[in-house]
C-alpha cells in the first residue's frame, strides 16, 4: 500500500493504494466548490485503536515484550505499522487481515501492531526505519530483519510472500548480496520469489540506498533464472518501473524496452500476478519509454488499456483495486494531453466504478480505501463535483472524516477558492484525533495559511501556537513523521518572516518551542531535535 507508505489527504491512486506516506500540505487533492463552514459534520466515530480482526493476538505497541516474547517461543516477529485513517491500512485490513489463512498462520508468529498515534509510536518507528503507513516487517526471534511485506500486491500473493519468509530462507539482505556476488547464483527458486516481491517502496534504504534501487533491480533482472517464468517477469517489469520512476528519467524512443513490456503484457495471468506494477506504473512506464504522441506509445498505451480492461472486470480483485485499473486508464489517456476531454466510454467506466464502490462497500475498513479511490478517480477525471458529493457523504459516515477534509481543502485551493481551502484545513485540524495526526494536520493547515492568506497574522498566529502548545514535552515526540512535520511547517513560518515583516509572532513562536524543548532532558537526542526546529528556520 505507500508506493509506499506516506501519505495523507487524497493522494494519487498511485500512490495511496500503496502507502500513506507523505505528510497533509503535500497532498494533490480532490473536489470542493461552496464553502465547507456551513456544513455540519458529524463528530468522527471512534475507530479500533488496533485493527480488530478475531483471531489474531495483536501485542499493541509494547515491541520490546514482543520480541522478548518471539524469542522465549522461537517465533518470528510480525510488525504492522499502520494508522487508522490511511486508506491502503484499511485496505490491508480488509483484503489480509481479514482472511482465516492470515489468522491461521498468526499463531506461529508474534503480531505486533505500532499505530502512529500512540506515544512511543514515532519513535519506534525511527528505529525500526519506516516511515509511510502502512509498513509490515518480518523479523528473525532474534530481531533481524527478514523482509518488508508489499501490501500492495494481491492477497494471494501476499500470503505466498509471508508463509517465504516464515519458512526459514535467509533475510533479504543476505539474499541480496548472494543473488548480486559475482559468479554463478545459488538462490532457490524461493529466495528469488522472495527478492522478486520484496517491499522495495518501504524499504527505507533497508537492504539498498533509494539511488541505487533501479540498478539493483536490473542487475536482479539480468541475473534471476527464466524458470521459474513468473519471477523472471516479475523482475523484469519492477526494474523497469523502478528505472522510469527515477529522479533523472526523461522520456525516450527504447524499442527493446517497449518490446520486454509487449511482450510480457502478452503472457496469460502476467497482468493479474502483477496487478500492482501494471496499475500505479503504467503512465511512468510509457512516459518514460515512449516519446509523446509517438506511434510506439499509441502501441504500448494500447496494450496496457487491453490489460487494465480485464482488471477493471475481475471481480476477484477488491473494489479499491479496480478503482485504481480505472485510474490508470485515465492517466493513460491524459499522458500526451492532460487537460485532454477523456473519451465519454472512459467517462461512463469512472461513474459506474465509482457509483459501485459507494453502494456496494459496506464494510468501514474497505470503505476508507474505497471511497478515498472513487473520490481520487472523479477528480482525475475531471468530475469535480460529484468528487466532492462523494467526499462530503463520507464525512457523515467514515471513522476519520477529516482525511476527506483535507481533500476537499486541497481541491477547493486548486479551484482557486481560497476560503473554502482554508475552512476545510480547519475542519480538518479540529477534528483530526490522535497526537501525530492532530500535529501533521495542523501543520498542513499552518502551511496552507502561509500559502492561501500570508496576510491574516492573527489566524496564522492562532494556529501555529495551538500546535506547538499541544506538543507533548517528552522524548517520544520528536521522531519519525512529528519531526518533519514540525520542520516543515517551521520552515514555511520562516519564509513567511523573510524580511522580517512579521517577527514578532515568529518570535514568540520561537519562544514558546523554546519553552517545550526546555522540558526535555537536556542530554537526550530528542532535545537537539526539538532545538533545531525553529532554530535551523532561520539559519
Same mark, same amino acid.
Given at each position: 500500500?505507500?508506493i ?5 489527504a ?14 497533509p500540505?503535500?497532498s ?34 509494547d515491541?520490546?515484550?514482543?520480541f ?12 504492522y505499522?499502520?494508522?487508522v ?5 484499511n485496505?490491508?485490513?480488509?483484503t ?10 498468526s ?8 499505530d502512529?498515534d500512540?506515544k512511543?509510536?514515532?519513535?519506534l518507528?525511527?528505529?525500526f ?6 509498513t509490515?516487517?518480518l523479523f ?17 500473493q501476499?500470503?505466498?510472500?509471508l508463509?517465504?519468509g ?6 533479504v ?11 554463478d547464483s ?11 516481491y ?5 524499504d527505507?534504504q ?6 541505487k ?6 542487475? #536482479? /533482472?539480468? &541475473?534471476?533464472?527464466?524458470?521459474? %517464468? *513468473?519471477? =523472471? $517477469? +516479475? ?6 518501473? @523502478?528505472a522510469?520512476k527515477a ?21 496469460t ?21 515512449t516519446?509523446?504522441?509517438s ?20 471481480a476477484?480483485?477488491?473494489t479499491?483495486?479496480?478503482l485504481?485499473?480505472?485510474?490508470a486508464?485515465?492517466a493513460?489517456a ?7 476531454? #477523456? /473519451?465519454? &466510454?472512459?467517462?461512463?467506466?469512472? %461513474? *459506474?466504478q =465509482? $457509483? +459501485?464502490a ?5 464494510? @468501514?475498513?474497505?470503505?476508507q ?7 481520487e ?14 467526499l462530503?457523504?463520507?464525512?457523515l459516515?467514515?471513522h ?6 483535507l481533500g476537499l ?12 481551502a ?12 490522535g ?6 494536520w ?8 502561509v ?6 497574522v492573527a ?8 500546535i ?5 514535552p ?30 514578532a ?6 519562544t514558546?518551542?523554546?519553552?517545550v ?19 535551523q528556520?532561520?539559519?
Amino acid at each position: 500500500m505507500d508506493i509506499r507508505t506516506s501519505g495523507v489527504a487524497l493522494l494519487p491512486l498511485a500512490l495511496a493504494v500503496v502507502a500513506c506516506s507523505r505528510s497533509p500540505d503535500s497532498s494533490v487533492a480532490t473536489p470542493s466548490t461552496d464553502s465547507p463552514i456551513s456544513l455540519v459534520v458529524a463528530a468522527p466515530v471512534k475507530a479500533e485503536a488496533a485493527p480488530a480482526e478475531a483471531g489474531i493476538a495483536w501485542q499493541k505497541g509494547d515491541v520490546d515484550t514482543a520480541f522478548a516474547a518471539a524469542k522465549a517461543a522461537n517465533k518470528p516477529v510480525f510488525l504492522y505499522w499502520g494508522a487508522v485513517w490511511c486508506p491502503p491500512c484499511n485496505q490491508v485490513k480488509a483484503t489480509i487481515f481479514n482472511r482465516q489463512d492470515f489468522v491461521d498462520r498468526s499463531r506461529f508468529f508474534v503480531p505486533v501492531y505500532l499505530d502512529g498515534d500512540t506515544k512511543s509510536a514515532q519513535k519506534l518507528g525511527a528505529r525500526f526505519k519506516v516511515s509511510g503507513y502502512p509498513t509490515m516487517i518480518l523479523f528473525k526471534p532474534d530481531g533481524t530483519e527478514i523482509t518488508r511485506l508489499p501490501g500492495e500486491v494481491d492477497a494471494d500473493q501476499y500470503m505466498r510472500v509471508l508463509a517465504l519468509g516464515m519458512g526459514g530462507v535467509r533475510p533479504v539482505k543476505d539474499t541480496l548480496a548472494a543473488a548480486l556476488a559475482p559468479g554463478d547464483s545459488k538462490l532457490t527458486p524461493e529466495e528469488w520469489r522472495l527478492l522478486a516481491y520484496y517491499s522495495w517502496d518501504t524499504d527505507e534504504q533497508q537492504v539498498v540506498p533509494k539511488d541505487k534501487v533501479p540498478a539493483t533491480l536490473q542487475r #536482479l /533482472a539480468l &541475473a534471476c533464472p527464466a524458470d521459474p %517464468r *513468473e519471477t =523472471a $517477469a +516479475r523482475l523484469e517489469i519492477k526494474a523497469l518501473a @523502478a528505472a522510469a520512476k527515477a529522479k533523472n528519467a526523461k522520456p525516450r524512443d527504447d524499442k527493446t524496452a517497449v518490446e520486454k513490456v509487449l511482450n510480457l503484457l502478452a503472457q496469460t495471468h502476467f497482468a493479474r500476478d502483477n496487478f500492482d506494477v501494471i496499475v500505479y506504473y503504467s503512465g511512468a512506464i510509457s512516459k518514460a519509454y515512449t516519446l509523446p504522441k509517438s506511434a510506439a506509445r499509441a502501441k504500448l498505451n494500447a496494450a496496457w488499456n487491453v490489460a487494465l480492461d480485464r482488471l477493471v472486470a475481475d471481480a476477484s480483485l477488491s473494489t479499491a483495486d479496480r478503482l485504481s485499473a480505472v485510474d490508470a486508464q485515465v492517466a493513460l489517456a491524459k499522458l500526451d494531453d492532460p487537460k485532454a476531454a #477523456l /473519451a465519454p &466510454a472512459l467517462l461512463d467506466s469512472v %461513474r *459506474e466504478q =465509482a $457509483a +459501485r464502490a459507494d453502494r456496494e462497500t459496506t464494510d @468501514a475498513y474497505a470503505r476508507q480505501a474505497a471511497i478515498s479511490a472513487a473520490a481520487e478517480i472523479l477528480v482525475d477525471a475531471g468530475l469535480l463535483d460529484e468528487s466532492d458529493a462523494i467526499l462530503k457523504a463520507e464525512l457523515l459516515r467514515s471513522h476519520s472524516p477529516y482525511y476527506y477534509m483535507l481533500g476537499l481543502a486541497a481541491n477547493a485551493k486548486t479551484r482557486g477558492d481560497k476560503a473554502a481551502a482554508l475552512g476545510w484545513y480547519e475542519k480538518a485540524y479540529a477534528a483530526a484525533d490522535g497526537p501525530a495526526t492532530r500535529l501533521q494536520w495542523g501543520a498542513s493547515y499552518v502551511n496552507a495559511l502561509v500559502d492561501l492568506a500570508p496576510q491574516d497574522v492573527a489566524r496564522i498566529d492562532k494556529a501555529a501556537t495551538s500546535i506547538i502548545g499541544e506538543l507533548d514535552p517528552s522524548p517520544e515526540t520528536f521522531y519519525g513523521r512529528n519531526q518533519r512535520a514540525l520542520e516543515r511547517m517551521s520552515k514555511k513560518l520562516a519564509g513567511w518572516d523573510k524580511g522580517q515583516q512579521h517577527d514578532a509572532s515568529f518570535k514568540r513562536m520561537r519562544t514558546q518551542m523554546a519553552g517545550v524543548c526546555g522540558k526535555l532532558p537536556a542530554g537526550d537526542p530528542a532535545r537537539a531535535s526539538c532545538d533545531s526546529v525553529f532554530g535551523q528556520a532561520k539559519a
